[in-house]
């Protein structure tokens, strides 16, 4: 294939992205800028108000404690994935990714049953007499997490299983012959060499919580809002579409830059593996 066809062939994915991605943030971004108090009038009020300072931590602080729990979670289950038979493997991948086949809605709402006053885990401790009254676990940062970590899960596994599969158990064994231990050979032998995996699953799940609306909502409930309830609430309850369009491009922004943070952490560290 020639260069141009190549463009040719380019040119009406180049439309398709221009016209259902920047077009329209540019119709969401222009409200924002047509103030009579000026021009950047509506983002010095946002970020003005400490409530929504708070919202914005709590958004960030959630995210951030998705992903460490998850590849907390995910780093094992998936070396242990990867190191199966190939058919094996391709089976329990199958039955991670099984769960994501269902409806957002209504896994969260099992959430619901499992968190909630009468739920699965307050009957337990309280048959077990660990606690003498039930636990307040629903609609707080601590339900918004849980239900984070299992919503993102299967996508952190995802992206490792296959670069587990590709490690070579030589390097391993002789870590292991040279007198490594097994924790000395986990972070200085297998980490190092799934780090771009592991930051590629990190990008993955900090912008899926970052930008996520239905687990807030659903498990968080209105006292505890995070940036895409916010944004919810402003245009769809107050009918404030400035606002909520302020609130999205500050989101888009803050979820921009700590991605493409990730990614130059990313390079750098594929660079030294490279060089290494």
């Known amino acids: 294939m020639n260069r141009k066809t190549a463009v040719w062939l380019l040119i009406p994915a180049f439309f398709g992205v221009l016209v259902f991605t920047f077009f329209p943030l540019i119709e969401i971004a222009i409200p924002t800028f047509q103030s009579k108090a000026g021009f950047f009038a509506l983002y010095t009020q946002f970020l003005k108000s400490s409530y929504n300072w708070t919202v914005i931590g709590r958004t960030f602080l959630i995210a951030v404690l998705t992903v460490i729990?998850?590849?907390?979670?995910?780093?094992?289950?998936?070396?242990?994935?990867?190191?199966?038979?190939?058919?094996?493997?391709?089976?329990?991948?199958?039955?991670?990714?099984?769960?994501?086949?269902?409806?957002?809605?209504v896994r969260n709402f099992a959430w619901?049953?499992?968190?909630?006053?009468?739920?699965?885990?307050?009957?337990?401790?309280?048959?077990?007499?660990?606690?003498?009254?039930?636990?307040?676990?629903?609609?707080?940062?601590?339900?918004?997490?849980?239900?984070?970590?299992?919503?993102?899960?299967?996508?952190?596994?995802?992206?490792?299983?296959?670069?587990?599969?590709?490690?070579?158990?030589?390097?391993?064994?002789?870590?292991?012959?040279?007198?490594?231990?097994?924790?000395?050979?986990?972070?200085?032998?297998?980490?190092?060499?799934?780090?771009?995996?592991?930051?590629?699953?990190?990008?993955?799940?900090?912008?899926?919580?970052?930008?996520?609306y239905t687990t807030p909502q659903i498990l968080g409930g209105n006292r505890h809002l995070v940036m895409a309830t916010l944004i919810y609430q402003q245009a769809m309850t107050l009918g404030n579409w400035q606002n909520a369009s302020v609130i999205a491009l500050i989101l888009i922004v803050i979820s921009a830059l700590s991605m493409w943070l990730m990614k130059r952490l990313s390079y750098r560290l594929d660079r030294r593996m490279t060089n290494a």
């Open 112 to 212: 619901i049953i499992i968190l909630g006053r009468d739920g699965i885990i307050n009957k337990l401790l309280l048959s077990l007499h660990l606690i003498k009254a039930p636990l307040n676990i629903l609609y707080t940062d601590t339900s918004i997490i849980i239900g984070s970590v299992y919503l993102f899960l299967p996508i952190m596994i995802n992206t490792l299983i296959g670069s587990v599969a590709e490690l070579n158990i030589e390097i391993e064994e002789a870590a292991a012959v040279l007198g490594s231990s097994p924790w000395h050979t986990l972070f200085k032998v297998i980490i190092p060499q799934l780090a771009t995996s592991i930051l590629t699953g990190c990008i993955l799940v900090f912008a899926g919580t970052m930008t996520a």
């Open 69 to 105: 729990i998850v590849l907390i979670l995910g780093l094992p289950i998936s070396l242990w994935i990867g190191r199966q038979k190939k058919t094996v493997r391709q089976v329990l991948n199958l039955l991670i990714l099984f769960p994501m086949l269902t409806n957002a809605v």
